[in-house]
Structures are given as structure tokens and as C-alpha cells.
């Protein structure tokens, strides 16, 4: 339910509040915006890494990355709570594959502490994010 309490700046719906009301496609959804922002940060991150991975280790970590909003997406648009619940799940199961990978490219050299960290620190909020939107869609 949308609160009717005014910003108390502007007189203006809050932005959560309007984010809220005015949920009409995927795109609208913080989830798929930031997963958008993490795929961007994925897609950066590996093009540092040496030429013998373009097509190995880099090529699953974008595909991973690529795959978590795609699946917000997907199902968002079905329209049926059922099926958007199982397309959360799979975006779950992509940030751990992702999660996973991002590890081996530390250990193996190719991501810094610190772009690790960063994409950690996404994919957590991430993860956070969708389990909390599945537990509401019960």
C-alpha cells in the first residue's frame, strides 16, 4: 500500500513512494535497475582480463551477470506471482554462479580485491533485495 505522506521537501511524492504506484513494467522495478548496474560493472571488470579468457572464464562471468536481470524481466512480465517467484529464484541462482566466478577470477589474478569487493558488495544487496520481493509475493 502507498503511504499518502508528502516528502518534506517538495510537497511531491517521495521517489519510493511513486517508484511504488507507478510499477508498470520491469523497468520500473529497483531490483532490474541495479542488476542493470551490476551487469555494467561485470561487463568493465572483465575487460582487463588477459586475452586467453574471452571466451572461458570471462565469457561465463558476463553471461551470469547478464542473466540475473534478464530473469527479473522475463518474469516480471508474465504477470503471474507463481512464475515471477521461480524467475527471482533463477536470478538468485545466477548471483551465486556469478558470486562464484568473480572468486576464481580473484584467486586467479584477473580481478583486484578491490573490484571484487565491489562486485560482492552488489551482488549482496542484490541478493538481499529479490529474497526480500520473494517473501513478500507469498
Not at 520500473?28 to 572464464?57: H, N, S
Amino acid at each position: 500500500m502507498v503511504s499518502e505522506q508528502r516528502a518534506e521537501n517538495s510537497g511531491q511524492w517521495s521517489v519510493r513512494e511513486k517508484k511504488m504506484a507507478e510499477v508498470k513494467s520491469y523497468k520500473d522495478l529497483l531490483i532490474w535497475q541495479k542488476g542493470i548496474d551490476l551487469v555494467v560493472e561485470v561487463y568493465k571488470a572483465v575487460k582487463t582480463f588477459p586475452r586467453e579468457e574471452l571466451f572461458a572464464l570471462s565469457d561465463q562471468i558476463r553471461r551470469s551477470s547478464v542473466s540475473v536481470p534478464s530473469n527479473i524481466a522475463e518474469g516480471q512480465a508474465r504477470q503471474h506471482t507463481a512464475e515471477f517467484r521461480q524467475f527471482l529464484h533463477v536470478s538468485l541462482g545466477s548471483l551465486a554462479e556469478l558470486d562464484t566466478q568473480t572468486i576464481i577470477a580473484n584467486k586467479l589474478g584477473y580481478l583486484s580485491e578491490e573490484t571484487l569487493s565491489s562486485i560482492s558488495n552488489g551482488i549482496t544487496e542484490l541478493r538481499k533485495m529479490i529474497s526480500s520481493l520473494i517473501s513478500k509475493l507469498k
